[in-house]
Structures are given as structure tokens and as C-alpha cells.
């Protein structure tokens, strides 16, 4: 299984809004992730599912990737991907997934730099802990579910990485 996991875009101050949950992209995020998003088919990723956290802002950004993939369809909110989720539920979740399936998960930081790190060191503590940030993504091949996914990390990708690829390959 090939995961992709993808940090919301920049979003509206916190104080703007009542609730964390409702804060928005804000103008400057949705235009990058669109950017972003175009680059992801640009270097022809595909994506079967689209998983999101129900927040807002990373809701949004899902729905950006999936209209540029024209997959509406195949998006789903997931509870476990909010800030306040629980890991070993995104892995038990991931478990039941195709193993030739290629996903998009789409969170929040802290937690999806947490799951990158158990994912890759394979459950241990380790020093290194990845701070993905606001657009950015990273793809990991997966070798095994089991109750903490094991894989290998293919590569990170910054959002300037991505947006320079849209800027070089307009379409």
C-alpha cells in the first residue's frame, strides 16, 4: 500500500473563529493547496481514497485535492484524524484498507508527524520526530498493518518543492 499523508493548508486565526473545529482555509491556503494539488497529479500520483479529518480546514483541503483528481466520490471524514484523535484507531482503520491501494490521508500536526514516526521506526520511541509542515506531504510504502503499520519512507515533500513543480508545469 502506498500512503500519502498531507498536512491541511494555512487557515484563519484561531481567535476568528468560535470553534477550532470551524476555522476555514483561508484565500491564500486553498490557492496554495490547489497549486499543491495540481502538482500531485503533474508528477502522477493517484490516489483511490481520500481519508480527512473532519475539521474544517483539513476537509477543505481534501476536497481541493479531490476535485483536481475529480474523485468527490471517494473521500471520507474520519474522527480519529482530528488533532484530539487516536492513533492506534488510524491504524486499525488503515489495516482494513487494500493492499494495493494508494490513500491520501489528510490531518493535523501533531498527529500526523507521530504517525509518520511510529510508521517508519516501526513502533519504537525515537529522537526523530517530523514536523510536516501546512501543505506539505510525505509518501510512505507500507510493508505490513498490523497493529502499528510498518513501512518505509519514500520521500517529504515540502509545499515550495510542490508549488515550484505547479509553477515549472502549468496546466
Given amino acids: ?9 494555512e487557515a484563519g486565526q484561531r481567535s ?15 490557492a496554495e493547496i490547489l497549486e499543491i494539488a495540481k502538482a500531485l497529479k503533474i508528477i502522477g500520483l493517484k490516489f483511490d481514497l481520500i481519508f480527512t479529518s473532519p475539521l474544517k480546514r483539513a ?3 481534501a476536497m481541493i485535492v479531490s476535485e483536481i483528481y475529480k474523485i468527490g466520490d471517494k473521500v471520507q471524514t474520519w474522527n480519529e484524524l482530528a488533532p484530539e484523535g487516536k492513533r492506534t ?6 489495516s482494513k484498507l487494500k493492499e494495493d ?3 491520501l490521508i489528510v490531518g493535523h500536526q501533531p498527529l500526523l508527524g507521530e504517525i ?7 513502533g519504537k520511541s525515537s529522537p ?8 506539505g506531504l510525505v509518501r510512505i510504502r507500507l510493508l505490513s498493518k498490523s497493529n ?3 513501512g518505509e519512507l519514500r520521500w517529504v515533500l515540502s509545499p515550495r518543492i510542490l508549488r515550484n513543480i505547479h509553477k515549472k508545469n502549468p496546466k
Fill in 1 to 9: 500500500m502506498e500512503l500519502y499523508i498531507l498536512r491541511h493548508g
Fill in 16 to 30: 476568528s473563529q468560535p470553534s477550532d473545529r470551524v476555522r476555514p482555509l483561508t484565500s491564500a491556503g486553498k
Fill in 59 to 61: 476537509y477543505e483541503t
Fill in 89 to 94: 484507531e488510524v491504524y486499525s482503520k488503515i
Fill in 101 to 103: 491501494s494508494a490513500v
Fill in 116 to 122: 509518520v514516526n511510529d510508521i517508519i521506526h516501526k
Fill in 128 to 135: 526523530c520526530n517530523l514536523l510536516l509542515k501546512k501543505g
Fill in 148 to 150: 502499528i503499520p510498518k
